[in-house]
């Protein structure tokens, strides 16, 4: 069988890959697709190890569904016939685990369920590998719960409260499912092993470092971009940027948009949705990109790095893994406006001692092509080991 992995770390895996008599059957499970995002990302890359296999999703937009994966391989749940799942699929959640093991996947030798919302709850075929890559437990079930609780509405708190025992249980019920778990980073392994008890191997997501560069000109405003949730805490951005009159740039949108914008001084400025070109020069322009929010692993930074641009962070969750305190950026210990604004005096400072040209190479340690490599070398083993095992193997080998 010949499939187009790079598995040369693994030997036993690659000679699996050679010997069987078809290629695997393989599905992608990913939680939704409405959106891009670092998830949507990951399934990309997954997608070029395995261009033929069939994805599988709760609810999509089709007008962003169809950038990822061809109609005919895409599979959506029930909940896609549900008016406005789309849209509002975070309040379909109760519903989600009964989705999840409605979903079809007899036939399919290798599964591969992309996690952060629900992805890891199909029922997988006796014979199947069941490999989880997991960029976060789910927020809202577990370290999170009470921040998403204070900020839904009445009655998704209400919902919430009376199906959250029943969805832990779940939760962990269904990583039993799971033969092997990837974590996107050592923080979400020590997540992973705190929820489900399960051991995770870390491989750090795909960034495209390549498509950033480093700039000659350089602004006078720090930067935020992504998706305006609470978890992120742009609100300490706003507040510290507003108390040392300093420029803050924010792009992207969210649930939080209007609060935020409540909030903001005149040094403030929302430039909405930008284009990649736009967003590209506001990474490479930036006096630094700040990261107030607790991430699991942060692709942004990683960019912003790849453009030459240091990092002022919240010094805990996956910025302990991408950026370097005193080279690549700073970090602050607490989430408050004062240690925030603290950490931003202090990088004034010294701002001058930032090498881009060292930040950068830092970032081309996270590029797509390692990923690839190692993402598909833990396949062929995670295979190379399901032979082995299964009862008559050697003997047909």
């Not at 598995?7 to 697709?33: C, D, F, M, N």
């Not at 789309?86 to 369920?113: C, F, K, Q, V």
């Not at 992973?192 to 480093?214: E, G, K, L, Q, S």
């Not at 993402?375 to 190379?384: K, R």
């Amino acid at each position: 069988m010949r499939v187009e992995l790079d598995l040369q770390a693994t030997v036993r895996g690659a000679h699996v890959l050679e010997s069987k008599a078809r290629p695997p059957k393989v599905a992608i499970v990913h939680y939704w697709l409405v959106g891009s995002g670092g998830g949507e990302n990951v399934v990309k890359a997954m997608l070029e190890l395995f261009p033929q296999a069939d994805v599988f999703t709760l609810v999509e937009d089709p007008a962003f569904s169809r950038t990822i994966v061809p109609r005919d391989r895409l599979r959506t749940s029930f909940l896609q016939r549900i008016p406005g799942a789309a849209r509002h699929y975070r309040a379909l959640l109760p519903l989600m685990p009964t989705a999840l093991e409605n979903l079809d996947l007899r036939g399919y030798d290798l599964i591969i369920s992309s996690e952060s919302g629900p992805a890891k709850g199909i029922v997988p075929p006796l014979d199947a590998v069941h490999i989880c890559y997991c960029h976060s437990p789910m927020r809202y079930l577990w370290d999170q719960y009470h921040e998403y609780r204070e900020s839904a509405g009445w009655l998704q708190r209400l919902v919430l409260s009376l199906c959250i025992t029943r969805l832990r249980l779940w939760d962990q019920a269904s990583s039993l499912r799971v033969d092997r778990f990837i974590a996107n980073s050592r923080y979400v392994a020590s997540r992973i092993n705190r929820y489900y008890r399960r051991p995770a191997h870390v491989i750090h997501p795909p960034v495209d470092v390549d498509d950033f560069a480093v700039s000659e000109t350089r602004g006078d405003y720090y930067l935020i971009t992504g998706r305006h949730v609470s978890y992120k805490r742009i609100d300490l951005a706003i507040a510290a940027c507003n108390a040392l009159g300093r420029k803050l740039v924010i792009t992207g949108d969210g649930p939080e948009t209007a609060r935020l914008r409540a909030s903001a001084g005149p040094t403030i400025e929302f430039v909405g949705r930008c284009s990649f070109a736009d967003l590209k020069r506001h990474y490479s322009e930036c006096r630094a990109f700040l990261m107030p929010g607790e991430e699991d692993f942060g692709i942004a930074p990683v960019e912003a790095m790849a453009s030459g641009r240091p990092v002022i962070a919240y010094g805990r969750g996956g910025a302990r893994e991408t950026v370097v305190d005193g080279k690549t950026g700073l970090f602050f210990a607490e989430q408050t406006v004062e240690s925030l604004s603290e950490a931003m005096l202090a990088f004034e400072g010294r701002e001058d001692r930032f090498e881009p040209a060292a930040i950068r190479r830092h970032a081309l340690g996270f590029a797509k092509g390692r990923f690839m490599a190692e993402f598909g070398a833990f396949v062929g083993d995670a295979l190379a080991t399901a032979q082995e095992l299964r009862p008559g193997a050697r003997a047909k080998d």
